[in-house]
């Protein structure tokens, strides 16, 4: 295995402007290109522009494309309308979460299933083995795509003006077939920020193209590029989970308060079935450790893995942890104790390095834009 990162369509446009790179699930990926807070701010009030073409795209095919997705995913596939996306998980026998995953229907028998970069290959070696029996195709196609995302209020009015899709009748979480730029492209609206925004998924070799006039035509609406760091602090503002912190293969989605995305209605089996069903009883009758905003009284950070606590007994820990520039204070997203979780406990804190910080229980998410 070659240890060497792989280089997206956009990496020699990254480093001419002046971008930080760092190796991110095997890709050599911009983490910031000048101040954090800044391209974080920028997504919040104006519009920022991300390469994303790290996430792992697996196209399914064929007559029994959806039912393959049906058996290998927890979600209902099958009853996705074409034009539309749906978020979901794959899970593995024993109910642990091995990605969550947006599957978008692209026709009758044609769906593109989007992975998370560090999990491309787990998923894409899943679906292949559990395709075993049904008519239908996997294929790795995640060197066909360049993925740029666009997000921020402004978003929407700087597509419109390199595009004659119909932006205004592509719902949350759709798909269609559009030319941006000149540029022939899949336009989603599935987002990751908790602001308004836009996927491209587009041909590598167009990529330099899109993303040159997408920064041209956000130019007058203060439009700047935007990397990975300040997209952790808006995921994390908007109470979105990130595989490996919040979603692990040790937690079921009923662990993790995501329980609303296994649909034990749809027609016979699926991977992880039985197991996915004694979670959903235990849950029920005895929750798990619940997943809560914290936010906190002073200016220390908390870091994922750091522990919290209540009458010096630990209650759960932090899975999740950053500065919020939109609040001001410091966040976690942490998995604690029921008898903790509810919005307003007292007397809960992040022990940071032997002082135990005090912080307030919250619901999430911390932000939620003004629609």
């Not at 769906?111 to 996997?138: C, H, I, K, W």
């Not at 912190?245 to 079921?252: D, G, I, K, P, R």
């Not at 027609?267 to 936010?295: H, M, N, Q, S, Y």
Request: some cysteine; charged content about 25%.
């Amino acid at each position: 295995m070659s240890t060497t990162p792989r280089l997206t369509a956009l990496d020699a446009l990254h480093r001419s402007l002046g971008a930080t790179m760092t190796d991110f699930a095997g890709w050599d990926m911009p983490l910031r290109y000048a101040s954090e807070r800044d391209e974080h701010n920028a997504v919040r009030t104006k519009a920022g522009l991300f390469d994303l073409s790290h996430m792992g795209e697996i196209t399914v095919t064929g007559p029994e494309a959806a039912a393959l997705l049906d058996y290998a995913l927890v979600g209902n596939i099958g009853g996705v309308a074409v034009g539309r996306a749906r978020y979901t998980m794959i899970c593995q026998e024993d109910g642990g979460i091995l990605d969550d995953l947006i599957v978008y229907r692209l026709g009758e028998t044609e769906y593109m299933v989007v992975a998370n970069a560090s999990n491309a290959q787990t998923v894409l070696d899943a679906l292949t083995e559990r395709a075993a029996g049904f008519d239908a195709a996997v294929r790795d196609d995640r060197d066909a795509y360049a993925l740029i995302a666009v997000q921020g209020p402004e978003s929407p009015g700087v597509l419109k003006s390199l595009t004659d899709a119909d932006l205004d009748g592509l719902k949350y979480y759709a798909g269609l077939p559009g030319t941006v730029a000149g540029v022939p492209a899949l336009i989603a609206r599935t987002g990751y920020t908790g602001e308004d925004g836009f996927e491209l998924f587009v041909e590598p070799q167009h990529a330099e193209k899109l993303w040159r006039a997408l920064t041209e035509a956000g130019e007058r609406v203060g439009l700047v590029p935007c990397g990975l760091s300040c997209r952790d602090t808006l995921r994390l503002e908007a109470g979105m989970p990130l595989y490996g912190h919040e979603l692990t293969t040790s937690l079921t989605p009923f662990d993790a308060g995501l329980g609303r995305v296994v649909k034990f209605e749809k027609e016979g089996d699926f991977v992880g079935r039985a197991a996915l069903e004694a979670a959903a009883e235990r849950a029920a009758a005895t929750p798990p450790r619940k997943l809560v905003g914290l936010i906190a009284e002073g200016r220390r950070v908390p870091r994922a893995g750091m522990p919290v606590v209540a009458a010096g007994q630990v209650i759960g820990e932090v899975t999740s942890g950053a500065p919020s520039p939109t609040l001001g204070k410091p966040l976690a997203i942490a998995y604690v104790d029921a008898a903790h979780a509810a919005p307003g406990t007292e007397g809960v804190g992040v022990d940071i390095r032997g002082t135990h910080e005090p912080y307030e229980v919250v619901a999430l998410p911390f932000y939620k834009r003004q629609k």
